[in-house]
């Protein structure tokens, strides 16, 4: 009786090229893998490289792009289209299938699926621009442009961020935000950002100039419109862009800072920042962002669905507390 055939695994791959690459013959090969010559015949005419001859990476890469080409996002063109339009609004495939999840109630397509699906686009048809849809990890973080020596002890009424309220720290109420400086390579140029801890709802703008006295103005016509019970805490970072935080008590915004050197106190604005680094990267010119194009990022930052959020975006919570906040408002029980 005949073995049965099993697919090569990418360890015999790995076997295959070396000896190949000692000169062995087919029947060699097939020897040492215990596999049938025309297997190992086979497998070197189908996955091998025009220019770099057979590799296993290459091959074991090969063979997934043809496993995949009759996966699900290839024979439904409606949820093909969906899963695009996710990724076009620069959502991570995971993020997609959350999001089509709670849209459907039930469990639709895996981030895996997705992610092999873009991968045999680049690789089964060469189309690299579906490389835009895989996320960009960074090697190690950037220069975020601040000054070697903490300033703590030159802030006037200066909090500790040990007084904070517990109520802060778990997330747990909205209203308490966290600022900084998201900086680029041009000199002076920077978005003032402020993000909101339990909604991760991010606002921007780009300040009159990095000192103390704007910053302060432009963190108050961000957070002066909204409701007192959405604007109740800020923290902030050392940095002497802040000093004038003080300014915000006119709004009964309580200020507190973080140790010095320990910017992971406010981790959220910090993982906020590097996510508008995919849409915004440091060597972005500016100024030749207009504020619609910085408002469409944002948007479409704020419009993202995330996983702790239970694959809501945070422009929709946040905006559901607001609601929430003005029906308490308006209830009869709330009057006196």
Same mark, same amino acid.
């Given at each position: ?5 099993? /697919? ?33 015949? %086979?497998?070197?005419? !189908? ?16 063979? !997934?792009?043809?496993?995949? %080409? ?11 289209? /969906? ?27 895996? *981030?895996? #699926?997705?992610?092999?699906?873009? $991968? ?30 903490? #300033? ?36 002076? $140029? ?57 300014? =915000? ?13 320990? *910017? ?12 508008? !680094? ?16 910085? #408002? ?15 694959? %809501? #975006? ?8 607001? =609601? ?13």
């Amino acid at each position: 009786m005949g073995k049965h055939y099993e /697919q090569l695994s990418s360890e015999e791959r790995a076997i295959i090229a070396d000896l190949r690459s000692k000169g062995r013959s087919i029947r060699q090969i097939a020897a040492a893998l215990d596999r049938p010559a025309s297997t190992v015949s %086979r497998e070197l005419k !189908r996955n091998r490289g025009r220019q770099i001859g057979y590799r296993a990476a290459y091959a074991q890469q090969q063979t !997934r792009a043809r496993r995949w %080409r009759g996966s699900r996002l290839e024979r439904d063109a409606h949820l093909r289209r /969906q899963v695009l339009e996710g990724l076009r609004k620069g959502w991570s495939p995971e993020q997609v299938c959350g999001r089509l999840e709670r849209q459907s109630g039930r469990h639709l397509i895996s *981030p895996e #699926s997705i992610y092999r699906f873009i $991968q045999a686009q680049i690789t089964r048809r060469q189309d690299y621009s579906w490389r835009h849809y895989l996320p960009r990890a960074k090697s190690k973080r950037g220069f975020r442009g601040r000054k070697g020596g903490s #300033s703590a002890l030159h802030i006037q009424a200066r909090v500790s961020i040990e007084e904070r309220p517990p109520d802060v720290e778990d997330r747990s109420s909205p209203g308490h935000w966290e600022a900084d400086l998201m900086m680029f390579a041009r000199y002076g $140029q920077a978005l003032l950002t402020l993000h909101e801890r339990s909604s991760r709802l991010l606002l921007a703008v780009r300040p009159h100039g990095k000192q103390a006295a704007p910053i302060a103005a432009a963190i108050a016509g961000l957070l002066e419109p909204l409701p007192a019970t959405l604007r109740q805490t800020i923290t902030f970072d050392n940095g002497t862009e802040f000093a004038r935080h003080y300014e =915000l008590h006119r709004l009964d915004i309580q200020t507190f800072f973080c140790d010095p050197h320990a *910017p992971w106190q406010k981790g959220g604005i910090e993982n906020a920042i590097g996510r508008m !680094r995919r849409r915004i990267p440091r060597k972005t010119d500016l100024a030749a962002l207009t504020s619609r194009q910085i #408002s469409g990022l944002l948007r479409a930052y704020n419009n993202t669905p995330r996983k702790c959020l239970d694959w %809501r #975006s945070p422009a929709e919570l946040f905006w559901q507390q607001v =609601l929430h906040l003005e029906c308490e408002s308006t209830s009869p029980l709330s009057r006196g």
